[in-house]
């Protein structure tokens, strides 16, 4: 059996630790994340000088060699194989199209309090 493919959705740093646990939990041997990409919003000016920033979720892709997509129009243009996307607070809303791109659909994770 195949170990589960996911993509995940998201931007800021409060992400990061669900990213990261993703990555420990479920990493299939040295070198081998679970991760085949990410999907996060694309740098932008930041501050007095607009400096291009990237996001957390960006540079950790980055940092693991792993493909990044800047909208989830450009993952379905070029899709990646994964079973599940995960979205942690992405900043778009996900089409349905984009959806169906994932045999086991996805799974979202709501970072706020609730009352």
Not at 21 to 32: A, Q, S
Not at 59 to 81: G, R
């Amino acid at each position: 059996m195949s170990k589960m493919k996911i993509v995940f959705f998201g931007t800021p740093e409060y992400v990061m630790p669900v990213l990261t646990l993703l990555h420990k939990r479920f990493v299939t041997g040295p070198g081998k994340s679970p991760i085949a990409a990410v999907v996060t919003q694309s740098p932008k000016p930041v501050g007095r000088k607009q400096i291009i920033t990237y996001s957390p979720v960006d540079k950790w892709a980055h940092e693991h060699k792993l493909p990044i997509y800047y909208s989830a129009d450009e993952l379905k243009q070029n899709p990646v194989e994964a079973e599940v996307g995960i979205l942690a607070s992405y900043g778009e809303i996900i089409k349905k199209d984009v959806i169906n791109l994932f045999p086991q659909g996805i799974l979202v994770i709501h970072p706020s309090l609730l009352p």
